[in-house]
């Protein structure tokens, strides 16, 4: 069995700094709407609202990390607006455990939000609004802080990631980078300089197919690694599961694949990958073995198809949400 500590050799150990996992990312809210069918081009869906719910990838990923390992202490960097969404975001942060000291509010601006329509077979389709509140600014997280923190996270779309992860790991922070598709279609250099940088990189299978020019996921993952050191790659799959790929110090690959987990239904696919790799990540830290961590991320993830919206619940104090939508009802 691997852990942490075999996997990535200086990485911080537990409790030997004032935060387990520093995550710099998104928050906002989704708009959840149930419909008879995902919208096409120059469509309409009307459908029922289903409430409001907390999101955004990195808020998604801090709450995943800390209902995995609750005594993990789990910090967010992220920015709202002075609107009652973000105030509404920081309230969902701090009931589920996240410390928010530093999610800044931003005085006169919108918070990031997206409407999300969900069909009856639990695919979504999403429209995000973003703002000057979306997506923190990285060159403000000072060094005080990536010096008092064991593990930073970044998703690769905040402007400044590949500084951060530079300056991380020259306090002596372990580092991972959440690197999806869209952002790889829209600045591949910063994708494949994001690969270079980090300890840990997550990406889907075709962000990896096309960093890569592989057709197949093996292939993909093997190219990643290949003459590196030391280096780990989750793979996440979808339904088909999982793999999580790590070099040695000779450059000698190791590989363990985890089946996705069934669920008796799929109500909502949104957030699931945030809870698969907030687990994975959390786990690690923890010091779990790789089998386990990738075990807990794939019933993380099936929990979280299983409910509506990216975490269970809404925001509290809000008007209620439901927690599932009930299909066949008929659409105004």
Do not use: Y
Request: charged fraction near 20%.
């Amino acid at each position: 069995m691997s852990d942490l500590t075999a996997l990535i050799p200086d990485a911080p150990v537990r409790g030997t700094r004032a935060t387990d996992l520093l995550v710099v990312g998104d928050t906002g809210i989704d708009m959840m709407v149930d419909v008879d069918a995902l919208p096409g081009r120059d469509a309409k869906a009307i459908g029922r609202s289903l409430g409001i719910h907390p999101g955004g990838m990195g808020a998604n990923f801090a709450v995943a990390a800390g209902q995995a390992e609750s005594a993990l202490r789990v910090s967010l960097f992220s920015r709202v607006g002075d609107d009652p969404f973000g105030i509404g975001c920081i309230r969902a942060l701090a009931a589920a455990g996240v410390a928010t000291e530093h999610v800044e509010v931003m005085a006169g601006e919108l918070t990031w939000w997206c409407a999300v329509a969900v069909a009856s077979d639990g695919e979504k389709s999403l429209l995000g609004g973003r703002t000057p509140a979306s997506l923190p600014d990285a060159s403000r997280v000072v060094s005080d802080v990536l010096e008092g923190t064991r593990w930073l996270h970044v998703l690769a779309d905040v402007p400044g990631s590949e500084d951060l992860v530079r300056r991380a790991r020259a306090a002596g922070a372990g580092t991972s980078v959440d690197i999806e598709g869209s952002f790889v279609g829209s600045d591949i250099d910063r994708a494949r300089a994001l690969l270079e940088l980090a300890d840990v990189a997550i990406v889907n299978s075709g962000a990896a197919q096309t960093l890569t020019g592989a057709d197949a996921d093996d292939e993909a993952l093997a190219r990643l690694l290949a003459g590196t050191r030391h280096r780990v790659v989750v793979l996440t799959r979808g339904s088909e599961g999982s793999v999580l790929g790590a070099s040695d110090a000779d450059g000698s690959v190791s590989v363990w694949s985890q089946a996705s987990v069934a669920v008796p239904e799929v109500v909502d696919t949104t957030g699931a990958g945030d809870a698969f790799a907030g687990t994975v990540i959390a786990s690690l830290l923890a010091g779990r073995p790789v089998e386990q961590s990738l075990t807990a991320a794939a019933e993380h993830a099936a929990r979280a198809i299983s409910h509506l919206g990216s975490r269970p619940g809404g925001v509290p104090g809000w008007p209620h949400t439901h927690d599932s939508p009930e299909r066949g009802d008929t659409h105004d």
